[in-house]
Nanobody, 123 residues
Framework: QVQLVESGGGSVQAGGSLRLSCAAS????????MGWFRQAPGKEREGVAA???????SYADSVKGRFTISKDPAKNTLYLQMNSLQPEDTAMYYC?????????????????WGQGTQVTVSS
């Protein structure tokens, strides 16, 4: 079992930045594939960024070059640095963990989810 708690969401103007954090506890989360997902009202949850146990990362095309996923094993914390935010980035952002090798951005392969943190970007 892994428990995940997100923080760092908020309201920013277009062009601004936010850093989301996800504190993990329970099982040794470093063995898991970790990801950030988001869901806007009326839309399906989509993968934003993911990182595997070796530090290999993957990103949705819509955020490449603007968002960076990272983790600090010593703090059991996952991060998502979001720069050049745009109104279309407005969504609830979720941290998730998967035991599936190569889970990537496929939400169906993720077993554990946080409660989410809201990000709102105004134009």
């Amino acid at each position: 079992q892994v428990q995940l708690v997100e923080s760092g969401g908020g309201s920013v103007q277009a062009g601004g930045s936010l850093r989301l954090s996800c504190a993990a506890s329970g099982d040794t989360y470093s063995r898991y594939y970790m990801g950030w997902f988001r869901q806007a009202p009326g839309k399906e949850r989509e993968g934003v960024a993911a990182i595997d146990s070796g530090g290999f990362t993957s990103y949705a095309d819509s955020v490449k070059g603007r968002f960076t996923i990272s983790k600090d094993p010593a703090k059991n914390t996952l991060y998502l640095q979001m720069n050049s935010l745009q109104p279309e980035d407005t969504a609830m952002y979720y941290c998730a963990a998967s035991r599936v090798y190569g889970a990537g951005l496929n939400k169906d392969w993720y077993d554990y989810w946080g409660q989410g943190t809201q990000v709102t970007v105004s134009s």
